[in-house]
């Protein structure tokens, strides 16, 4: 990878990233690779990621959602719709190792900024789009959200399956995050492949399939067959009992899984012959085959005693179980506290922030949070430099507004 300045030591310094992403799916991405040590320049339209402005927020364009994934960047703002604000994202694209962008490809076309236009100024680039759909299929030109891609994958019908009195989303972006993950793992895999290669190439992360994938790997089950032996469905986890059992005074997660957990727990409360000898309930086969039953049973038990009494009993027994926190009582968490999951720092403007964590530990090469989310445009006159603009290219670019940066900025 070319020696380019990186934010600190992490696993993927040297690497510059030009981002053109917003809202969650691409930000959530290009944090993560921020945190791993790439140098990400996030590429802003004049009036900023969209998700500056959704949320609580102590300042205009600095909401929540927004500094959560967008840390460890810089920004500069350009308005592509023009010719010079393409021509300026094609000197920082020369230089850069990765483009990623999350706009429908004929946009980016019609910007100018298809693959073969950027490969032309850099071909060893690798250029990524996490797109709605395949550009295979039929869906191509389809915008994409969030709440979209997870009914199209069936996630609010699973929901009624499991219970539910009408079909609902997940009540967290799930698309956008797990897809997030998919591009990560397709940079950080495209850089090595050019690693080995001398290879750049145009990557493509639809959010249609990879959530198909992530949705159809658990459910397809009988269907999995041709010709089918049963229905598709994974019958332990759309049981509408799965789910916290209520106990005494609260509620409680535990998963009893293999045969081990199952004897065990009935030991505990004194009835060993519900897996030693009643046939529904003796091997995971006939458990999965009569599951609805068994847990209708358990949530029956675990309402008899309290929440601390349960916790005390499956903690001793070594059998799985947590506290069903909610979002207040999980940033509580003694384990997350611990660890250090959650820490304040202090943000040039925002003041006073309660930052997440990194979740993975490294050896050699720990990742950590190189720069607080920018304001729009904050970077812009540093970053266009180092693209080799000059002095009166930037003032000309800033002059007629296809940049800007903050006051003070």
């Known amino acids: 990878m070319q020696d380019k300045q990186s934010g600190n030591g992490g696993p993927l310094a040297g690497v510059r990233i030009i981002d053109l992403t917003t809202v969650l799916m691409g930000p959530f991405a290009t944090q993560i690779l921020g945190d791993y040590g790439a140098d990400v320049i996030k590429v802003e339209?004049?009036?900023?990621?969209?998700?500056?402005?959704?949320?609580?927020?102590?300042?205009?364009?600095?909401a929540a959602i927004f500094m959560h994934a967008n840390r460890s960047k810089r920004s500069v703002v350009l308005d592509l719709k023009k010719p010079a604000g393409r021509d300026a994202l094609l000197r920082l694209a020369a230089g850069a190792d990765v483009l990623i962008f999350n706009v429908r490809p004929q946009a980016m076309a019609r910007l100018g900024l298809s693959y073969e236009e950027v490969c032309a100024v850099?071909?060893?680039?690798?250029?990524?789009g996490c797109v709605g759909y395949s550009q295979r299929g039929p869906y191509a030109a389809k915008p994409a959200y969030d709440d979209l891609i997870q009914g199209a994958v069936g996630i609010?019908?699973?929901?009624?399956?499991?219970?539910?009195?009408?079909?609902?989303?997940?009540?967290?972006?799930?698309?956008?995050r797990i897809v997030g993950l998919a591009a990560v793992n397709a940079v950080t895999a495209a850089l090595y492949w050019r690693e080995r290669s001398g290879e750049g190439q145009a990557v493509e992360v639809p959010m249609f399939e990879t959530m198909a994938q992530f949705t159809l790997s658990d459910h397809m089950c009988g269907r999995s067959?041709?010709?089918?032996?049963?229905?598709?469905?994974?019958?332990?986890?759309?049981?509408?009992?799965?789910?916290?059992?209520a106990t005494s005074d609260g509620y409680l997660c535990m998963l009893l899984y293999n045969d081990k957990q199952w004897q065990t727990f009935f030991r505990l409360i004194g009835r060993p012959e519900v897996v030693?000898?009643?046939?529904?309930?003796?091997?995971?086969?006939?458990?999965?085959?009569?599951?609805?039953?068994?847990?209708?049973?358990?949530?029956?038990?675990?309402?008899?005693?309290?929440?601390?009494?349960?916790?005390?009993?499956?903690?001793?027994?070594?059998?799985?179980?947590?506290?069903?926190?909610?979002?207040?009582?999980?940033?509580?968490?003694?384990?997350?506290?611990?660890?250090?999951?959650?820490?304040?720092?202090?943000?040039?403007?925002?003041?006073?922030?309660?930052?997440?964590?990194?979740?993975?530990?490294w050896s050699k090469s720990?990742?950590?949070?190189?720069?607080?989310?920018?304001?729009?445009?904050?970077?812009?006159?540093?970053?266009?430099?180092?693209?080799?603009?000059?002095?009166?290219?930037?003032?000309?670019?800033?002059?007629?507004g296809i940049t800007f940066a903050p006051a003070n900025g």
């Open 122 to 128: 850099n071909p060893k680039i690798i250029y990524v």
């Open 225 to 245: 067959y041709e010709p089918a032996i049963g229905p598709s469905g994974y019958a332990r986890v759309l049981n509408p009992h799965r789910r916290p059992y």
């Open 156 to 176: 609010p019908a699973l929901s009624v399956e499991a219970g539910s009195d009408v079909p609902r989303y997940a009540p967290s972006p799930l698309a956008d």
């Open 45 to 62: 339209p004049p009036g900023g990621d969209g998700v500056r402005g959704v949320g609580p927020r102590r300042n205009a364009g600095m």
């Open 276 to 361: 030693a000898s009643d046939p529904r309930f003796s091997t995971i086969d006939k458990r999965t085959e009569h599951i609805h039953e068994l847990y209708a049973m358990l949530a029956e038990i675990m309402a008899t005693r309290t929440t601390a009494e349960w916790t005390a009993l499956l903690d001793a027994a070594d059998i799985p179980v947590m506290p069903m926190h909610d979002m207040d009582s999980l940033m509580d968490d003694p384990h997350l506290r611990a660890v250090g999951f959650l820490g304040h720092v202090e943000h040039p403007t925002e003041g006073r922030i309660c930052q997440i964590g990194i979740p993975s530990t």
């Open 366 to 400: 720990q990742p950590r949070v190189t720069r607080p989310a920018p304001r729009a445009g904050e970077h812009g006159r540093e970053v266009l430099s180092e693209a080799g603009l000059t002095g009166s290219e930037i003032d000309e670019l800033f002059a007629s």
